[in-house]
């Protein structure tokens, strides 16, 4: 019998509670606007791990559901990164946006928002570039390299067939026009540990992108991410990323690799990372479902089906609501929710113990270090001493003063950076 969690059950590793004035409102919503893909990635958490939450949720959020979040956006007052996701979003058309970023202007005039959407691109024209640009929505495109790698995984529901041509196609149109240019983002790429890791680097930066974002494949202590095998002290991952660190570091080309940018600043003192793998800092995140229901990252889908159900819901309750949720919590629990080897790590404020997902054992619950540790330790390792390198000893020994640092409290002020969704 499993004994997977649902989100009633306290679990272990939980903090006990958590300071109410620690708490950050949601800076960050990703709006699952559509419950449905054109695609079936193989390895995508909301059709093909643990959760099959997806096909209770009505297939597109209503227009009742954006206008409760708008106003639960203005309630709050702050700057909020409002991200158009799925599922597939580009398959509700271009007028679901125009009325959908109507409400958000309609309800928050006083808010500056900062619009954005994942896609796969694939349903991507000319008259998406227009609507996007005159909209304001800023586009991240899914793909995860060379025609080989990306068509191992990201096929076409019902035909199995590869979608990278297609989403070349629609980067190529993205970036002939100046519209297009202006909202292309970057690139997102679920890392595959078996290609080869320097020809998936090389083929964005020739197809000109500017910005990668990597992403490693979701898995836990139970289900492992493909290419980790326990116990767990392989480094198939860091292995994987080592060699684009190196060739980026020499010369980046101009192009931004979040995960590497991040992992330096953090290196450096910086408090909180906008990638989410990353620091101990509050995840000041919410996944909006299609439905209105209000649930945590959406990489807890990777642990158990139903886990991210909150039984919380825009339609009828407050935003602060969250904070009665444990799993809400530990993503704000910083320090306090690490596992204790995390704790005593020399990387804690910098590798942050991983994401929630990753760090799930039946036996600890969400008490350990993420499944990724070696990997994480061997990658900073290489990056804190590739960086050392570059820097005269002074200024590694500051770099050193800034690693045992630890990052100011979020009661002190300031607040949590925004994600690279
Ligand atoms: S490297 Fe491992 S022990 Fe250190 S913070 Fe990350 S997960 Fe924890």
């Known amino acids: 019998m499993s004994t997977s969690p649902t989100s009633s059950q306290m679990m272990p590793g939980m903090p006990a509670r958590v300071s109410p004035g620690k708490l950050f409102m949601p800076q960050v919503y990703i709006m699952k606007v559509a419950s449905r893909c054109n695609l079936d990635c193989k390895y995508c958490y909301m059709y093909n791990l643990a959760d099959q939450t997806w096909r209770k949720q009505p297939r597109k959020m209503s227009e009742e559901v954006l206008r409760a979040v708008a106003r639960k956006v203005a309630l709050a007052g702050t700057p909020a990164q409002i991200i158009f996701h799925g599922g597939e979003p580009m398959l509700l058309g271009q007028d679901y946006y125009r009325r959908a970023v109507q409400i958000f202007r309609e309800e928050c005039p006083k808010v500056r928002l900062n619009f954005g959407m994942q896609t796969n691109a694939t349903l991507l024209n000319d008259a998406w570039v227009d609507t996007l640009y005159e909209l304001g929505i800023g586009v991240g495109v899914s793909l995860d390299g060379p025609e080989d790698v990306n068509d191992a995984n990201r096929v076409y529901r019902g035909s199995g067939s590869g979608s990278h041509a297609d989403v070349v196609g629609a980067v190529r149109r993205l970036q002939s026009s100046e519209k297009g ?13 078996k290609q080869d890791p320097l020809r998936t680097y090389r083929h964005f930066v020739e197809l000109g992108f500017k910005r990668i974002s990597f992403l490693p494949m979701d898995g836990t202590y139970e289900s492992p991410p493909p ?4 116990p767990f002290e392989d480094t198939p991952l860091a292995d994987w990323l080592i060699p684009i660190f190196d060739e980026w570091f020499q010369n980046s080309q101009g192009v931004v690799v979040s995960l590497f940018e991040q992992i330096i600043q953090l290196i450096f003192g910086a408090r909180g990372s906008y990638v989410d793998l990353l620091s101990t800092y509050p995840k000041a995140l919410v996944v909006i479902e299609t439905d209105g229901g209000i649930e945590p990252t959406d990489s807890l889908k990777s642990v ?50 991983g994401l929630l997902a990753h760090r799930y054992s039946e036996r600890n619950g969400f008490d350990n270090p993420t499944v990724y540790c070696a990997d994480m330790y061997k990658l900073l390792g290489h990056i804190e001493r ?25 009661r002190e002020g300031g607040s949590p950076p925004a994600l690279d969704a």
């Open 181 to 193: 240019s202006k909202v292309l983002g970057g690139a997102l790429c679920v890392i595959n540990l």
């Open 304 to 353: 158990a089906d139903g886990l991210t159900k909150m039984g919380l819901n825009v339609l009828h309750n407050d935003m602060e609501d969250i904070f009665t949720k444990d799993l809400f919590l530990h993503l704000q629990a910083g320090e306090e929710g690490l596992a204790p080897k995390c704790k005593s790590c020399v990387y804690k404020y910098v590798c942050g113990g």
């Open 386 to 410: 590739r960086v050392g390198e570059s820097l005269s000893p002074e200024l590694m020994q500051r770099l050193r003063t800034a690693m045992a640092r630890p990052p100011v409290a979020a």
């Open 227 to 230: 290419g980790k095998v326990a």
